[in-house]
């Protein structure tokens, strides 16, 4: 860690020059002594690393001390940045790593592509946390513990220990054949085996994971987008799923198809709306689906649902048809 660490400093001399103790502390996630006794380190092995005093002093290295990654165009050395910014990486615990690689990219790029690449990423923006609407993303917390000991065992090729909280159940160990991770939309998943069926787990759901030493059961190659595709559609097609028949606002009609299982059928109407044959997960899922979109969408069947939202509706309406109660301290 401690070697990574003085790699780090050293890249983020070059990038931005004179930095002081306390900057290099915060981008490297430690203390101003740890940097201090880094710095020490980095001038015993004779890396040209000097101080300048006064209030805007600080650290830096003498001119010229670069290593050059040739052979990269100006496009190939933006595709890797902009690769780097997705959230992957944040889902499986490697950010910081990523953070740390990025940073020898961009001081490793011969000097006429690092400034031109570095402006060009001040261009584009990926994957920010709010969307236009200003609803925020969340990306799930998996514990860096956590997920090394998962990354540990999936390549590997190890049986791993994992201590799982499914929904509305108490957590239980199981001892699982890993197969390979998969994030989809902030959301991280580990693909597995256990006792030879097959198993998916969300990784914000493992509460604590241990790489064993026995190897994992499972076949040396595997095509991690068909097993993904497979088991979505298994999931699509079990539980208590219900069909539900909708009349849409067009302008809606990504917002109904973002919440749905599957579309079985669609087709316009007359007035210009559309009706579509939805499949819900179950029929909590549909009653909230449908709530959501308001007035933009009606359910045409089944009865239960239009039911449900009408009493739904008509509570609301009582209680804001009254008089607010007294304000309370």
């Excluded at 917390?141 to 201590?163: K, Q």
């Excluded at 109904?256 to 709306?273: K, N, Q």
């Excluded at 239960?304 to 209680?319: F, K, P, Q, V």
Aim: cysteine-free; overall charge positive; hydrophobic content about 45%.
């Amino acid at each position: 860690m401690r070697a990574d660490r003085l790699v780090s400093l050293v890249l983020l001399l070059r990038q931005h020059g004179r930095m002081s103790a306390t900057a290099l502390a915060r981008e490297l996630e430690v203390s101003t002594r740890t940097v201090l006794r880094d710095i020490d380190a980095l001038s015993a092995a004779g890396v040209p690393v000097y101080a300048e005093r006064g209030r805007l002093g600080g650290f830096a290295l003498l001119p010229g001390f670069q290593t050059e990654l040739t052979g990269l165009s100006h496009d190939e050395a933006l595709a890797l940045l902009v690769a780097g910014s997705r959230r992957g990486a944040q889902v499986f615990g490697l950010g910081p790593a990523l953070a740390s690689a990025m940073r020898k990219v961009v001081d490793a790029l011969p000097e006429s592509h690092r400034a031109t690449a570095a402006g060009a990423t001040r261009r584009l923006l990926i994957d920010p946390e709010t969307d236009l609407l200003s609803r925020r993303l969340v990306a799930e917390e998996v514990p860096d513990t956590v997920a090394a000991e998962i990354r540990r065992a999936v390549f590997a090729g190890h049986r791993l220990r994992i201590h799982y909280a499914a929904v509305d159940r108490t957590p239980k160990w199981r001892t699982v054949d890993p197969i390979g991770l998969v994030t989809v939309r902030e959301h991280g998943y580990l693909l597995a085996t256990r006792s030879g069926a097959d198993r998916t787990y969300r990784l914000s759901r493992i509460l604590a994971a241990r790489e064993l030493a026995e190897p994992a059961q499972r076949p040396e190659r595997v095509d991690l987008d068909r097993a993904w595709q497979e088991r979505s559609t298994r999931f699509r097609t079990g539980g208590d799923q219900v069909t539900v028949l909708v009349r849409v606002d067009p302008a809606r009609r990504d917002d109904l198809l973002g919440t749905a299982l599957a579309v079985r059928a669609e087709e316009s109407d007359a007035d210009g709306r559309l009706r579509l044959e939805v499949t819900f997960q179950d029929p909590r899922h549909a009653e909230w689906a449908l709530w959501h979109l308001g007035t933009h969408a009606e359910a045409l069947a089944p009865q239960w649902l239009r039911d449900s939202l009408r009493h739904r509706a008509a509570e609301i309406a009582t209680r804001y048809g009254a008089p607010p109660g007294p304000a309370t301290a």
